[in-house]
């Protein structure tokens, strides 16, 4: 069965947040992530259709020594960086999203988790 996001992902999209967690990373010196959000647009922002926005996830992993000495990370830093742009809707977030996710309870805002981007 297909995970759903539950309201309050819904409502913290609507409000142009988003959502992270940290993900079992390849390597033991590293740290894995996947975040998603909704591409910020005015038109389309506070919508009460989630099926207009349209959404970005970014799966990564990352060496832990930038995390533990919280040094700046750019792009060149990310190992093994998945980037996936124009998601129309949050029915093809969902699908999109559980081919690196299985249980969605897991997201939170990203600023909760230690996601360095």
Do not use: C
């Not at 590293?30 to 919508?47: D, H, W």
């Not at 060496?63 to 040094?71: L, S, T």
């Amino acid at each position: 069965m297909m995970q759903k996001f539950d309201m309050r992902q819904i409502n913290n999209f609507i409000n142009g947040n988003a959502l992270a967690t940290e993900l079992k990373a390849t390597q033991s010196s590293r740290r894995a992530f996947v975040v998603i959000g909704p591409t910020i647009s005015m038109k389309f922002l506070n919508t009460t259709s989630i099926e207009q926005l349209i959404f970005w996830i970014r799966k990564y992993e990352i060496q832990k020594v930038y995390i533990e000495n919280d040094w700046d990370v750019s792009d060149d830093e990310l190992l093994g960086s998945i980037h996936i742009k124009n998601i129309k809707g949050i029915n093809q977030l969902e699908k999109r999203l559980s081919t690196f996710l299985d249980d969605f309870s897991k997201l939170d805002v990203e600023w909760k988790t230690e996601n360095p981007l």
